[in-house]
């Protein structure tokens, strides 16, 4: 099987509009204006051929059920912005809906049932992934450990048992369990936000004159700074405080917080985040270490000339203080896996270049002291706050939002850094899997074919090359070792062709047939012969006698 980053080059699907959306590439910080899947000059046969894809019954007609359901079940929910209109449309019709009328209904974004029905979604079984998700929820739900963070009583009164999970695919495929509609505080979780902000006005150089990008080893709020009397980086404190300072210095404060809750906005799909005004309060009223850290920075000159560094705070407890759902967030992150470009508007929101310098920094500073651990077991970009925040993004793949109140000793979610867990020991989101383990783990960007023949070609491969603990690693994970290949060749017939005794004993051992027939009509003992491995044609030849007397 292969694993993300071979997917993420090679296996975006052919979806037009939607891979319009990620595929080309656009320059840097273009808008664009019109949602994904518009598509005015959708052929005619195209929108033909779906039609008649979801006319099951030939009858010429289609119900606005079967339409909706379609949708769904590739994630593609009757509140996604992309289909608004049509789903208004459709719910004003009245009866079965005709091929002119489909194609009226959905004029500008066919292309998303075209997906749905052509299975061109970047996770086609959608259904049978978020299962999974679910019983990975489930599981997660049982864990009690950790504390809410208490240094405020506004998060030491958050109920601890709530939980929420959400995902969204770069195609804008979504779902979500638990808690998933209720807002919580970003805190922490607005750091990667302030720092593209900061970086798409600036630039990385001036950025980077004033914050370095070396996790700290320190914890995320201890008084420390670089050799360069600058922030280790913009995941912890003094960083995001640096950030915040550099977002629209010119403008009143007033406004620079309009264009973070725009950029929220934009970045979440366009929908507005709140804010938690009695959060904010408390965060500013307790904020002694945050206050000592501006002022160490000023001390040392590291904010930019003229900054107002008491507003530059203020901000940042400002930007903490921003409230979203676990649905909300989840856009967020998908946008960021999406290279910046929301994948329910279309629109471009930061640059690939910011995307991809904040992605670098999530995956090493973003989860606190345990980013080293995280980075190595997880191996994700991911962003935790004190709210028991925690986003995590699957580069051009999707992005999730967990959400649960109680935190380990480092400050990151139990649950959230349980559910990265129990997500990258079944599907191969590692970013190192393309590397080792990732035949032992799904690929939801595959269909389940793709992943069994996948692990069939390893087989064949394996046996042909006498690698035994490739084979038997194939093997424990549920390869089947009479599992052929589009001409009939086993692994059997590789490892007889090639020579391989160990590997012909080993396969032998596990049931495979001696006497499996190729497309050509050759067995497993045909090609030792023809190849010249006595020794190996001996075996077979023992063993079909074997399997005969015994019949
Ligand atoms: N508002 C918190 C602080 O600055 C953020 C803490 C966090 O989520 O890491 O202390």
Same mark, same amino acid.
């Given at each position: 099987?292969?694993?993300?980053?071979?997917?993420?080059?090679?296996?975006?699907?052919?979806?037009?509009?939607?891979?319009?959306?990620?595929?080309?590439?656009?320059?840097?910080?273009?808008?664009?204006?019109?949602?994904?899947?518009?598509? /005015?000059?959708?052929?005619?046969?195209?929108? $033909?051929?779906?039609?008649?894809?979801?006319?099951?019954?030939?009858?010429?007609?289609?119900?606005?059920?079967? +339409?909706?359901?379609?949708?769904?079940?590739? #994630?593609?929910?009757?509140?996604?912005?992309?289909?608004?209109?049509?789903?208004?449309? %459709?719910?004003?019709?009245? #009866?079965?809906?005709?091929?002119?009328?489909?194609?009226?209904?959905?004029?500008?974004?066919?292309?998303? +049932?075209?997906?749905?029905?052509?299975?061109?979604?970047?996770?086609?079984?959608?259904?049978?992934?978020?299962?999974?998700?679910?019983?990975?929820?489930?599981?997660?739900?049982?864990?009690?450990? #950790?504390?809410?963070?208490?240094?405020?009583?506004?998060?030491?009164?958050?109920?601890? $048992?709530?939980? /929420?999970?959400?995902?969204?695919?770069?195609?804008?495929?979504?779902?979500?369990?638990? &808690?998933?509609?209720?807002?919580?505080?970003?805190?922490?979780?607005?750091?990667?936000?302030?720092?593209?902000?900061?970086?798409?006005?600036?630039?990385?150089?001036?950025?980077?004159?004033?914050?370095?990008?070396?996790?700290?080893?320190?914890?995320?709020?201890?008084?420390?700074?670089?050799?360069?009397? %600058? @922030?280790?980086?913009?995941?912890?404190?003094?960083?995001?405080?640096?950030?915040?300072?550099? +977002?629209?210095?010119?403008? @009143?404060?007033?406004?620079?917080?309009?264009?973070?809750?725009?950029?929220?906005?934009?970045?979440?799909?366009?929908?507005?985040?709140?804010?938690?005004?009695?959060?904010?309060?408390?965060?500013?009223?307790?904020? &002694?270490?945050?206050?000592?850290?501006?002022?160490?920075?000023?001390?040392?000159?590291?904010?930019?000339?003229?900054?107002?560094?008491?507003?530059?705070?203020?901000?940042?407890?400002?930007?903490?203080?921003?409230?979203?759902?676990?649905?909300?967030?989840?856009?967020?992150?998908?946008?960021?896996?999406?290279?910046?470009?929301?994948?329910?508007?279309?629109?471009?929101?930061?640059?690939?270049?910011?995307?991809?310098?904040?992605?670098?920094?999530?995956?090493?500073?973003?989860? *606190?002291?345990?980013?080293?651990?995280?980075?190595?077991?997880?191996?994700?970009?991911?962003?935790?706050?004190?709210?028991?925040?925690?986003?995590?993004?699957?580069?051009?793949?999707?992005?999730?939002?967990?959400?649960?109140?109680?935190? &380990?000793?480092?400050?990151?979610?139990?649950? #959230?850094?349980?559910?990265?867990?129990?997500?990258?020991?079944?599907?191969?989101?590692?970013? *190192?899997?393309?590397?080792?383990?990732?035949?032992?783990?799904?690929?939801?960007?595959?269909?389940?074919?793709?992943?069994?023949?996948?692990?069939?070609?390893?087989?064949?491969?394996?046996?042909?090359?006498?690698?035994?603990?490739?084979?038997?690693? %194939?093997?424990?994970?549920?390869?089947?070792?009479?599992?052929?290949?589009?001409?009939?060749?086993?692994?059997?017939?590789? =490892?007889?062709?090639?020579?391989?005794?160990?590997?012909?004993?080993?396969?032998?051992?596990?049931?495979? $047939?001696?006497?499996?027939?190729?497309?050509?009509?050759?067995?497993?003992?045909?090609?030792?012969?023809?190849?010249?491995?006595?020794?190996?044609?001996?075996?077979?030849?023992?063993?079909?006698?074997?399997?005969?007397? =015994?019949?």
């Amino acid at each position: 099987m292969t694993a993300p980053q071979a997917i993420r080059a090679t296996n975006k699907k052919n979806c037009p509009p939607l891979q319009s959306t990620k595929r080309k590439s656009r320059a840097p910080n273009q808008t664009v204006k019109s949602a994904p899947g518009v598509n /005015a000059a959708e052929p005619k046969e195209q929108i $033909e051929k779906v039609f008649r894809a979801l006319d099951r019954r030939n009858a010429g007609v289609v119900s606005a059920q079967a +339409i909706i359901d379609t949708l769904k079940k590739n #994630g593609i929910l009757i509140d996604d912005p992309r289909i608004r209109h049509s789903i208004l449309k %459709l719910n004003s019709h009245t #009866g079965p809906v005709t091929l002119a009328q489909i194609a009226d209904i959905f004029d500008a974004n066919f292309s998303l +049932i075209e997906c749905a029905v052509k299975d061109r979604y970047i996770v086609p079984q959608f259904s049978a992934f978020t299962g999974e998700i679910n019983n990975i929820f489930d599981e997660c739900m049982q864990v009690k450990d #950790g504390a809410v963070a208490d240094y405020i009583p506004q998060l030491a009164r958050i109920d601890p $048992e709530q939980f /929420a999970v959400a995902i969204t695919t770069t195609d804008g495929q979504r779902a979500a369990y638990g &808690d998933f509609d209720t807002p919580y505080c970003v805190q922490s979780s607005c750091k990667p936000v302030n720092y593209a902000m900061a970086l798409e006005q600036h630039g990385e150089e001036f950025v980077h004159g004033h914050v370095g990008r070396e996790p700290s080893g320190r914890g995320f709020n201890e008084l420390a700074l670089n050799p360069k009397g %600058l @922030p280790h980086n913009p995941m912890i404190n003094a960083g995001a405080i640096m950030s915040c300072s550099m +977002i629209d210095p010119e403008m @009143p404060l007033a406004d620079r917080f309009d264009h973070v809750v725009q950029i929220w906005t934009k970045l979440s799909g366009g929908s507005p985040p709140g804010f938690n005004n009695s959060v904010f309060l408390s965060e500013k009223a307790t904020a &002694d270490r945050n206050f000592a850290l501006a002022y160490f920075m000023q001390e040392k000159r590291a904010f930019p000339k003229n900054t107002n560094m008491l507003e530059a705070l203020d901000f940042y407890f400002q930007a903490c203080s921003i409230e979203v759902t676990a649905r909300q967030m989840s856009v967020v992150a998908a946008t960021l896996a999406n290279s910046g470009v929301c994948p329910m508007t279309n629109e471009r929101i930061f640059s690939n270049d910011t995307v991809k310098n904040c992605l670098s920094l999530m995956y090493s500073c973003g989860m *606190y002291d345990f980013s080293g651990e995280f980075a190595f077991t997880i191996g994700l970009p991911a962003k935790s706050g004190v709210s028991g925040a925690l986003m995590v993004v699957i580069p051009q793949v999707m992005g999730f939002a967990i959400w649960s109140p109680r935190l &380990d000793e480092l400050g990151n979610s139990v649950r #959230g850094v349980e559910f990265c867990r129990k997500l990258v020991e079944r599907f191969s989101f590692h970013n *190192y899997d393309n590397i080792s383990n990732h035949a032992t783990k799904k690929d939801p960007t595959k269909r389940e074919a793709q992943q069994r023949s996948d692990q069939t070609y390893q087989l064949i491969n394996a046996a042909s090359l006498g690698d035994i603990n490739e084979i038997s690693r %194939l093997v424990a994970h549920g390869a089947e070792v009479n599992a052929a290949d589009y001409d009939g060749r086993t692994p059997l017939h590789l =490892a007889a062709a090639e020579g391989r005794l160990e590997a012909v004993d080993y396969l032998l051992l596990r049931q495979a $047939e001696p006497t499996a027939k190729d497309r050509w009509g050759a067995t497993p003992i045909d090609d030792a012969k023809r190849h010249r491995h006595p020794d190996v044609e001996k075996r077979l030849r023992a063993r079909r006698a074997g399997l005969c007397a =015994a019949t």
